[in-house]
């Protein structure tokens, strides 16, 4: 008896070793596809980075874009962990909400959007029928795309494609300002808060 539950204990405890060697092989990456981009990061940077082998690194990950998703993933996570949670209320003041927080969560969620702007230039603005953009709409989904939440929105609200263009809109709009740091053809003396409000209000408007 003592000696199954050694082993019971044994066999968590390697889980939990497994667990803690993804999860620092992702941190890894992460910090190097924020700071050099996806296209410029390799396999052996990230391993470098992990303090792991090559070896060690593919017992984990077949490659590079199974390590983008991931993190891609949890990005996204981060967003809704920062915004309303309720997934059932598909209410239009609930998506309202949803957005406002969005905007104003953006100083804490910078890196995210910058991320999520990052990944989706390399795996999503394709034309639909590419390998690769197939290849990451369908593992996203098997996934549980943190965005689901979305084509509920659609089918249950009358104004739900309404809906769907004005958050998809929020999203590139914070993507695209996480990524440059700026508004092009802005004025540079307007600090971003001023610039956030303003789209704030304008996203609000469309909800009103």
Known sequence: MATSSKSAANRKTGKHQVDEQRES???????????????????IDI????????????????????????????????ITSLVP?????????HQRHRAQSMIRNFSALRDAFRYIGMFDKVYLDNPPETALTKWTKNRLTSLTWSRSWLPNVVRENPQGNQIAMVMNN??????KLALRGELTWSDKDTPLEVHLKMFEDMIMGYFD
């Open 25 to 43: 092989i992702l941190n890894a990456a992460q910090a190097l596809f924020l700071q050099n981009g996806l296209e410029n990061t390799s396999m």
């Open 47 to 78: 391993a470098s980075r992990a303090g792991i082998t090559r070896v060690t690194l593919y017992r984990y990950f077949a490659n590079r874009d199974a390590i983008a998703l991931e993190i891609h993933v949890r990005m996204l996570n981060k």
């Open 85 to 93: 949670q309720e997934e059932e209320d598909l209410s239009l003041e």
């Open 170 to 175: 929020v999203t590139w709009f914070l993507e």
